[in-house]
């Protein structure tokens, strides 16, 4: 069969003609069509991102609702802490009183030949310095203290001086 043409022949194309417009219509249609995958590629990757973001904010506000939670714990740890701090001040101070009962006990179960040279009473220990005039004061001095009701208690120095006598001090915890 011949092909019939019955455009004008003004309008014939020529056969260069046809295989470039052919060719351009290939290459349209393969831009059209990567056109469409850069559109559908870019909506997936801003659903994506959108996903994301959405996950985020919500670990956002589950970490921001943690931290509020520990604020308060912490707040209540440390006020704990101050608490435990000013009740151990306190029981120091019970601890020096303490202290100072039994010394005072043991100060006054001591003969009149042994005086009383310093105490030191200072975060739940003692020092405690005594003279004794002669020999057995020192030594009725040690049997009192050995009697006493003190619980930790150790010579710190023992020195003598013949105008004074015999200087004792004492570490008490």
């Not at 991102?49 to 604020?71: C, D, H, P, S």
């Not at 101070?93 to 009962?101: C, D, G, Q, T, V």
Request: proline share 2%; aromatic share 6%; net charge positive.
């Amino acid at each position: 069969m011949s092909a019939v043409n019955f455009l004008p022949t003004e309008q014939i194309q020529n056969k260069q003609v046809r295989k470039i417009s052919g060719k351009l219509k290939v290459l349209a249609a393969c831009f059209g069509a990567l056109c469409l995958a850069i559109a559908i590629g870019g909506t997936a990757l801003i659903l994506v991102k959108n996903n994301q973001i959405a996950a985020l904010k919500n670990e956002q506000e589950t970490l921001r609702t943690q931290v509020l939670a520990q604020e308060s714990t912490e707040q209540t740890l440390v006020l704990l802490r101050d608490r435990l701090q000013k009740i151990k001040v306190i029981n120091e101070k019970f601890r020096s009183n303490a202290i100072f009962l039994e010394e005072k006990l043991l100060i006054d179960a001591f003969p009149t030949t042994i005086t009383l040279k310093q105490l030191d009473v200072l975060d739940g220990t003692s020092t405690l310095s005594l003279v004794a005039k002669d020999s057995t004061a020192l030594r009725e001095m040690f049997d009192a203290v050995k009697s006493s009701p003190l619980s930790k208690s150790s010579i710190d120095t023992i020195g003598f001086n013949p105008t004074a006598g015999y200087q004792v001090n004492f570490f008490i915890q």
